[in-house]
């Protein structure tokens, strides 16, 4: 266990100044980031939307439905390829596997560090969704702060399950990006599987594709379909499938 941690720690280190890290930053401040713009310019509305009891459950929506489409599938598809691509980039693959740490060690420091980075998105997505409420209300006279109470609850239920859609994603994309030396091949890869997956929304079965749980979750769009077990179970078959053939892989590095 201690290696692990050890390994964890070297793992996120790397990320720290990378361009992997400075993308989650970038993708958590982002839309709150627009959406404060478009409060302060066009503020007409604001002070009726404020007031109403639903509020926070309606802004966490309205943020969420552009991030559930694109913004995090995107986001996910490039900080894992970017993370992959520190080793190849580099060239320290072949370094990394004399050090005295088995493959297993390295395959999932290198995986719980994209967890840490997904969670650290989600947080940063969260704290931008309260301050794209919060900053009209201090610039704006007009606006007064949300009078309803924060639903804490629902905002932490519905993220987790969020974060829970996404995790086929993480998984599928970082198999790719160790399989595939070049950057552009993983992405690639990863952004067509997303453009496919949002062309088969209203096809009957499209909860069977991986890359679709986030969106129909937000979209509501199986009610009688337990989208959560199937995103887990995707998430455990891809992230094995790719464990055994980081193990098996000739060439690693």
Known sequence: MTLFINSLHSEWLKTKRSLASLLVIVGGFFLPAIMILIHILRPAKLPAQYAAADFWVSHFKNLWQSMAVMMLPMGIILAISLIAQLEFKNNTWKQLHAT?????????????????????????????????????????????????????DYILRESAWFFLDSLPIV??????????????????????????????????????????????????RFPAVNLHLWAVVYFVVILLTGYILFLTKREKG
């Open 171 to 220: 998984a599928l994309q970082y198999l790719l990006s160790l399989l595939f030396r070049n950057f552009l091949v993983s992405v690639g890869a990863g952004l067509v599987l997303m453009v496919t997956g949002i062309l088969m929304i209203s096809w009957e079965y499209s909860y069977t594709f991986p890359y679709n749980y986030i969106v129909l979750d937000y979209l509501d």
């Open 100 to 152: 005295p740490q088995s493959a297993t060690t390295i395959f999932f420091a290198k995986f719980g560090v994209i967890l840490l980075m997904q969670l650290e998105l989600f947080v940063l997505f969260t704290i931008g969704i309260y301050l794209s409420a919060l900053i009209p209300s201090l610039v704006l006279e007009s606006v007064p702060y949300p009078t309803a109470p924060i639903p804490y």
